[in-house]
């Protein structure tokens, strides 16, 4: 399995972003698709996750700014990301759970991060 990501890049704050991730391979069944971030110094932390019914869940910093769409014929996640603040800097990493051959239950899988940087 394999996740690749794209769309991120360097903001003014008060801008936007949109980042995107497609996964690839031998997925069985996906239980869920989202981003993580993780900003120099701090611990990786969920930003937001979508479920193929399409139930979403946020990070109380995302809430109101950021919004994750999902195509589950395509296996992507899409993550807009508005109104950002020097805070949303940091490296956002996609992040898929499913069940894939050749491993047993349900599993994590991760893309390479992409960076976002917010500063004037």
């Known amino acids: 399995v394999q996740l690749v990501e794209s769309g991120g890049g360097l903001v003014q704050p008060g801008g936007y972003l949109r980042l995107s991730c497609a996964a690839s391979?031998?997925?069985?069944?996906?239980?869920?698709m989202g981003w993580h971030r993780q900003a120099p110094g701090k611990e990786r932390e969920v930003v937001a996750l979508?479920?193929?019914?399409?139930?979403?869940a946020y990070a109380d910093s995302a809430k109101g700014r950021f919004t994750i769409s999902g195509d589950n014929a395509k296996n992507t996640v899409s993550l807009q990301m508005n109104d950002l603040k020097p805070e949303d800097t940091a490296v956002y990493y996609c992040?898929?759970?499913?069940?894939?051959?050749?491993?047993?239950?349900?599993?994590?899988?991760w893309g390479q991060g992409t960076q976002v940087t917010v500063s004037s």
């Open positions: 992040n898929l759970v499913a069940f894939a051959t050749g491993r047993y239950g349900w599993n994590d899988y």
């Open positions: 391979g031998s997925i069985l069944s996906i239980n869920s």
């Open positions: 979508i479920t193929p019914s399409g139930n979403s």
